[in-house]
């Protein structure tokens, strides 16, 4: 089995940052991608970037392009969201994902592993 818990999210005012944290366990983490996703209330859940094994190759939506940088630290079994900018619409829950592969896609078809989410609300 494979856990994931997030942490880092809170409230904070439009134009500001915060850094999310999902660490993982049960597997090998550096040989899977990773991604961020996230669920308004009363939307579907979307995709917000994703993170090769290596790190690599990133992916990003295009409503968090040049705002948001995700990483990882395979010795740490940990992954990242740093979120700059902040803007009200940003506010929702985010999921950290593991794939099932080691190459990062958008689709949360690849990710069978999910965290439990942490709240982001930005304030305008």
């Known amino acids: 089995q494979v856990q994931l818990v997030e942490s880092g999210g809170g409230l904070v005012q439009a134009g500001g940052s915060l850094r999310l944290s999902c660490a993982a366990s049960?597997?090998?983490?550096?040989?899977?991608?990773m991604g961020w996703f996230r669920q308004a209330p009363g939307k579907a859940r979307e995709f917000v970037s994703a993170?090769?094994?290596?790190?690599?190759?990133?992916l990003y939506a295009d409503s968090v392009k040049g705002r948001f940088t995700i990483s990882r630290d395979n010795d740490k079994s940990t992954l990242y969201l740093q979120m700059n900018s902040l803007k009200p619409e940003d506010t929702a829950v985010y999921y950290c994902?593991?794939?099932?592969?080691?190459?990062?896609?958008?689709?949360?078809?690849?990710?069978?592993?999910w965290g439990q989410g942490t709240q982001v609300t930005v304030s305008s």
């Open positions: 993170i090769s094994w290596s790190g690599a190759r990133t």
């Open positions: 994902a593991a794939a099932g592969q080691s190459l990062a896609f958008y689709s949360s078809t690849y990710y069978p592993y």
């Open positions: 049960g597997r090998t983490f550096s040989n899977y991608a």
